[in-house]
């Protein structure tokens, strides 16, 4: 069965950088994006962008240009998110996500989250 | 940009009763969107794609509708699991490409 399972929880000092990984099982992690959302505590989601783990090219929104970098390792089927220059309000959970033609390229499958707290 | 509206923020509603949530674009997105249902602590989960097909496993009380701007996600009669927080999301055909989402539209125990 599809999985995505994403690194554990992080805590980050203003400034810094931080790599959230997600590793793919169950499909051919080369066939479909992977989608990176993020959800600030009680508000709702808020798209990233996605990178395509065939070729590594990634779009990203318009937001996050120039602070974030959608990387992946296809040897190990895990995809990487890295955000830097942190903010206090980065402090979100971050959801990978990948996608499919059978849901016509919309997020199908999620992660279970991953907790960064960016606080000094 | 493309931004998309929800409405009404919070939808209060007793099991059993319909629910009619809207979602509307600032423009033309077809039929590009997508619904999800999120519950606390957890994940979104994709209901609907390309505004009216249901994605695997999910009940046929949650029906989409709807094309251009304005979209309706309908749950025919709410089952206690339905009572969570709902998003549209929107796939840009041109670029620069983005899948923004809504605000989001709680439904709640009435």
């Known amino acids: 069965q599809v999985q995505l399972v994403q690194s554990g929880a992080e805590e980050k000092k203003p400034g810094a950088s931080v790599r959230v990984s997600c590793k793919a099982s169950g499909y051919t992690f080369t066939a479909y994006y992977v989608h990176w959302v993020r959800q600030a505590p009680g508000q709702g989601l808020e798209w990233m962008g996605r990178i395509d783990p065939s070729s590594g090219g990634a779009n990203y929104a318009q937001k996050f240009q120039g602070r974030v970098t959608m990387t992946k390792d296809t040897s190990i089927s895990t995809a990487y998110m890295e955000l830097s220059g942190l903010r206090s309000d980065d402090t979100a959970v971050y959801y990978c996500?990948?996608?499919?033609?059978?849901?016509?390229?919309?997020?199908?499958?999620w992660g279970q989250g991953t907790l960064l707290s960016v606080s000094s | 940009e493309i931004v998309l509206t929800q409405s009404p923020a919070t939808l209060s509603l007793s099991p059993g009763e319909r629910a009619t949530l809207s979602c509307r674009a600032s423009?033309?997105?077809?039929?590009?969107l997508a619904w999800y249902q999120q519950k606390p602590g957890q994940a979104p989960r994709l209901l609907i794609y390309d505004a009216f097909n249901r994605a695997t496993g999910i009940p046929a009380r949650f029906s989409g509708s709807g094309s251009g701007t304005d979209f309706t996600l309908t749950i025919s009669s709410l089952e206690p699991e339905d009572f969570a927080v709902y998003y549209c999301q929107q796939r840009g055909d041109r670029p620069p490409v983005s899948f923004t989402f809504g605000p989001g539209t709680k439904v709640d125990v009435k």
């Open positions: 423009h033309n997105i077809y039929t590009y």
């Open positions: 996500a990948k996608d499919s033609h059978t849901s016509s390229w919309f997020p199908d499958y």
